[in-house]
């Protein structure tokens, strides 16, 4: 059987596939530039070759493939938001995610969990049903349940009414999910380069070329490329990149924290999120705690952790579940997240023409990757908002029409 | 845990503390128009760098000025509100009540 195994691997019957094709020169022009390899970036270019027949993209990046915030989030996918159009924009990105394994022919171990939001606090409970009128209304699976059906679902958790903030109910939503979040990038990655997207890791744009109040052109650090539309999808850069272009965004920049336990055995198939407790925690198929908090309490651009972010979350761990007292965190790391005021994204078009950005994804981009590439990509097609993307123009903070998500934002920032 | 000098009760622990956000110049709300509001109320400049920005320490509501590198998070110095604002900032009064 070894040998067997040696003869096809050393035989060029079975050649291995490169997942991406080997690092070209920078051609001088691009009909579209994308900044940021990351999962947004990368599915704007997937979708740009699959939906529009637009392959002349190049996506570039100061550091190495999906190696931001796409690596740095706890892969929690869920639409059981509080405004219509926050809920229609994720279920779509859910509807989408459904597929991808297939559609890439590439496993990015979508694994439905269910997803219960605790809430410990009157407030909390009005709030959660709330949302879950809001998700019945448009066609998402979500309900709010109480300790008796909690008990039944998620027997891990702590329902004892003895403790500091006993668990009145949650916001139940089946179809809440985690995914691979690596696999997602380097699917789309890998399609979009077989279609002819040039990915470009170690560029830096360092500076926006505009002229007649269009975009032209970027300057990098392996010189200017001439481009029709530039899409800058940077998450935690957003702020340095688009004052490149001469523009300032309702962001503030701010480290999240997240850490992971040792392997345990499998004990908790669900995701929970706790808003008053500044938890959400689910198990890896590893077998390992994935565990995030509320972001830093003030912004930073450095992803470095802290003590007290761990002693804050993982004192609020052992009151969900006691029983991990001895178990030990064995890694952390942190990201850095562009917040807005209204705890929307936003996506569209500037007060450049052909700029567009992505950005204020906050704690919440990576469940929207499909979603946003796909109708990111319609704008850059089509140069039409989509009417998915309108409610989340950066034009709403002129007009004061947010959008306001701080009640369905994961937990309380 | 992180130490934050402040000016009136001297060096406490930065939980003590809330973030203010940067220090921007408030245009005068009578008179600006509702783009210069919005501008004044959302946007940032969201430097990397050494920034000037706003605290507050909790316990006694007491706000004050801390100059802040947001890359290597060192506080460079604090110093009260005083020193940036000599003068009440006085804006006109709104020619008639009620809704503009």
Known sequence: MPFALLKHG?????????????????????????????????????????????????????????????????????????????VRFYEESLALFRNLSEEFDYNILYSERGHFTLAHTDAALRTSRWRAEVNKHLGVESELIYPDEIERLCPALNLSQDMRYPILGALYHPPGAIARHDAVAWG????????????????????????????????????RIACKLVLQ???????????????????????????????????????????????????????????????????????????????????????LFPFLANVKVVRQWAGMADMTPDFSPIMGVTPVRNYYIDSGWGTWGFKATPVCGKRMAEMLATGRTPDLLHPFRLERFFEFDQVGEKGAASVGH | MK??????????????????????????????????????????????????????????????????????????????????????????????????
């Not at chain 1, 990915?199 to 010189?223: P, S």
């Not at chain 2, 920034?51 to 998070?73: G, I, K």
């Open chain 1, 10 to 86: 050393l035989g060029g019957k079975y050649p291995a596939r490169r997942h991406l094709p080997k690092a070209k020169d920078l051609k001088p022009a691009y009909d579209v530039v994308i900044i940021g390899a990351g999962g947004h970036g990368l599915a704007a270019a997937y979708y740009l070759a699959r939906d529009w027949g637009i392959t002349d993209v190049a996506v570039l990046d100061k550091g190495y493939l999906a190696g931001g915030n796409t690596a740095r989030n706890t892969a929690i996918i869920r639409s059981n938001y509080l405004t219509p159009e926050g």
């Open chain 2, 3 to 100: 130490i934050l000098n402040c000016p009136l009760n001297g060096p406490r622990n930065i939980s003590e503390f809330a973030w203010g956000g940067e220090v921007k110049a408030m245009p005068d709300p009578v008179r600006c128009n509702d783009r210069a509001w919005a501008d004044y109320v959302f946007l940032e400049a969201n430097a990397a760098g050494v920034v000037r920005e706003w605290w507050c320490h909790l316990a006694t509501s007491y706000w004050f000025v801390a100059e802040r590198n947001t890359v290597t998070d060192e506080v460079i110095r604090t110093y009260p509100a005083s020193e940036l604002f000599a003068e009440r900032v006085q804006f006109a009064a709104r020619d008639k009540p009620g809704p503009r």
């Open chain 1, 233 to 319: 999808a940077v998450a935690g850069s957003s702020s340095r990149v688009a004052r490149l272009a001469g523009l300032r965004l309702p962001i503030r920049t701010i480290p999240l924290q997240a850490c992971v336990s040792l392997p345990l055995k499998r004990f908790l198939d669900q995701i929970v999120v706790s808003g008053s407790l500044h938890v959400y925690v689910s198990q890896s198929d590893r077998g390992e705690l994935v565990m995030g908090a509320s972001t830093d309490p003030y912004g930073l651009y450095s992803t470095r952790s802290t003590l007290d972010f761990k002693e804050r979350l993982l004192g609020h761990m052992l009151e």
């Open chain 1, 188 to 223: 789309y990655a890998r399609y979009a380069a077989d279609q002819g997207a040039e990915i470009h890791c170690n560029t830096e744009v360092q500076g926006i070329v505009i002229e007649n109040g269009a975009v032209t052109g970027v300057e990098t650090n392996r010189g």
